[in-house]
Structure formats: C-alpha cells, structure tokens
Nanobody
Framework: QVQLAESGGGRVQVGGSMRLSCAIA????????MAWFRQAPDQEREIVAG????????YYTDSVKGRFTISRDDAKNTVYLQMNALKPEDSALYYC???????????????????WGQGTQVTVSP
C-alpha cells in the first residue's frame, strides 16, 4: 500500500517562496503519476500541478503557471512543489495525490487519484 506524507507548509509573506515535499512509501511508486491539490475553506479541492510517472510531462492550473514548479526525485521517493511569488489566494491545505493506474497521462479530477496524504497548510500573509 502506497503512503504519502507532505511536509514544508507554513506561513509566508506575499511574494515569498515555499517548497512542499511529498514522501512516497510502499507499492510500485515508480509508476505513479503524482499531483498536488489544494483546498481552501468552503471551496472544492482543485488540482494545482501534476507530473507523470515518467517525469517528462507536467501540468499546471492556469493560476499558478510561471510561479509553481512540480518535480520528482525517484531516487529519494519524493515529489516537490516549488512555489514562488506567493499570493494570498494561494493559501490552502495542500495535498499530495497519486494515480495508481500506471498511466502517464496527468489526470485533473480529485476522484481520479487513489492515494492521498494528510495535507499541509500553506498560509500567505499580506
């Protein structure tokens, strides 16, 4: 069974940077397409970024393009989300998610992911 554990959240000022990490344990983690989702209070959980298990394809939601970068280091069993130029609207609980189907296509819907971490809070202060 694959387990995901996020870390790196906290509070940062507007315009600052933060890097989130997602440690992957167990299962056939090398063929898992990964993604970061976020959920703000009273809002739906939305995809932020995704990376194929091959590492050669990425996806970003429009609001974070040019500011966020997703990457993976399979040697360390870790997926990262580098967030720059943070805005107050980026404040949310950030979740790491994994797609176990082995497909390299990056899916964008919450229900398409099988594995989830517990989440890490990101708060961007004015």
């Amino acid at each position: 069974q694959v387990q995901l554990a996020e870390s790196g959240g906290g509070r940062v000022q507007v315009g600052g940077s933060m890097r989130l990490s997602c440690a992957i344990a167990g299962g056939s983690r090398y063929t898992i397409t990964m993604a970061w989702f976020r959920q703000a209070p009273d809002q739906e959980r939305e995809i932020v970024a995704g990376i194929s298990w091959t590492g050669d394809a990425t996806y970003y939601t429009d609001s974070v393009k040019g500011r966020f970068t997703i990457s993976r280091d399979d040697a360390k069993n870790t997926v990262y989300l580098q967030m720059n130029a943070l805005k107050p609207e980026d404040s949310a609980l950030y979740y790491c998610a994994g797609d176990r189907t082995g497909q390299s296509t990056i899916k964008t819907m919450r229900w398409q992911y099988d594995y989830w971490g517990q989440g890490t809070q990101v708060t961007v202060s004015p």
